[in-house]
């Protein structure tokens, strides 16, 4: 699974597979923490996750809504996706 995007110590993943299940989702990584997070409604879709770092997921995934969901067509034709800018 690569990663599209890392800051703060948060790591944004995605699968690149036809098969991975909708809705369309990115997974988060925050130290012993991990979660799936809609990229449509950008609220988080399971998981625990700490509040600071859950605002600070949702506040990128806002700026670069587009970009997640061209991601996740590529993905779902199999296609590597694209790095994204980290929150800076």
Do not use: C
Request: hydrophobic share 40%; charged share 25%.
């Amino acid at each position: 699974m690569p990663t599209i995007s890392m800051f703060y110590g948060i790591i944004i993943r995605m699968y690149f597979a036809p098969k991975e299940h909708n809705p369309p989702h990115i997974h988060v990584y925050y130290n012993e923490y991990k979660t799936l997070f809609d990229i449509q409604t950008l609220e988080f879709m399971e998981g625990d996750f700490p509040k600071r770092q859950k605002r600070l997921v949702q506040a990128w995934a806002e700026l670069h809504q587009e970009e997640l969901l061209a991601d996740w067509k590529l993905a779902m034709n199999g296609e590597e996706v694209y790095k994204i800018a980290p929150l800076l």
